[in-house]
Structures are given as C-alpha cells and as structure tokens.
C-alpha cells in the first residue's frame, strides 16, 4: 500500500476531479477531508477502520458474501446500513407513553405545598425535641 503525503492525496484527487480541503489541525484531521465534486456537491470520503468482530458473526458475514458474490466490504456496510435504519425506525414506530394520573392520598395538610414546602417541614418535624433521630 502506497502512502501519500498531502501534496499527493491532492494531486490524486484533482486527477479524479475532485477538490480536497485537507485539514491543517489535529482536530480537524479527525474528520478526515472534505471531498468536493466538479459538481459542487459533497461527497463522503471513506475511511479505513479495525473492527472487533465476533467470530460467529464474523462467519455469517463471509457467509454472505460469498453466496451472494459480493465484497465483503460491501456486505459489511450493507448489514451495518440495515441495522441502523432499523433502529432509527423502531424510534420513529414507539407509541407515544401515556401517564395515568394516580390519586396519592395526601393528608389535607400537605395539599398545596411544592415539594420544597414538604421537605421543610418534614425536616422541622424531625428536628423537634421527642422526636426519633436518623
């Protein structure tokens, strides 16, 4: 595998047509480059990663690609697209969480007081001579 300094990765990319804004900071580098096309629009750059991967899902996935006759690359981000949408859509699909109001059963003294109010009280109880400590 060949290695690229910056000067390289834009000479490449200007062959293919596209402009790099390559980052100059730490920070920015994170994000890798932004690739822009002739057309002006914003195109994802890909990046290369490790990734731990269960051996028995690791299996299935060689699996797939190969009865389906596809990279395994391809596979990869397929199945990881899938389960994303999924999951985004099981959040759009949850049912809206009704509460059901309960009757508590407060002692008329309590009623209209903020919890503040019931805290301060409670504790002034506690504080009175005969009365049991913590």
């Known amino acids: 595998m060949a290695c690229f300094g910056r000067q390289g990765i834009r000479r490449i990319l200007s062959i293919i047509g596209l402009q790099a ?7 920015e ?4 480059p932004q690739l822009d096309g002739p057309d002006g629009r914003h195109h994802d750059a890909y990046m290369r990663t490790t990734l731990r991967i269960n051996d028995v899902i690791l299996r299935e996935l060689r699996e797939r690609a190969k009865r389906s006759g596809l990279p395994f690359r391809q596979v990869v981000e397929e199945t990881l697209t ?13 049912r809206a969480f ?9 002692k008329a003294a ?9 805290y301060d009280q409670l504790e ?11």
Do not use: I, W
């Not at 580098?29 to 890798?32: I, S, V």
């Not at 389960?83 to 949850?94: C, D, H, P, V």
């Open 82 to 94: 899938l389960g994303l949408s999924r999951q985004s859509a099981r959040k759009k699909e949850g």
């Open 124 to 134: 002034a109880e506690e504080t009175l001579p005969g009365s049991p400590s913590r």
């Open 21 to 27: 804004s390559v980052p100059d900071t730490s920070a």
């Open 110 to 118: 309590f009623r209209g007081l903020s919890l503040n109010q019931l």
């Open 98 to 106: 009704r509460v059901q109001p309960h009757p508590l059963g407060l």
């Open 29 to 32: 580098r994170m994000t890798g």
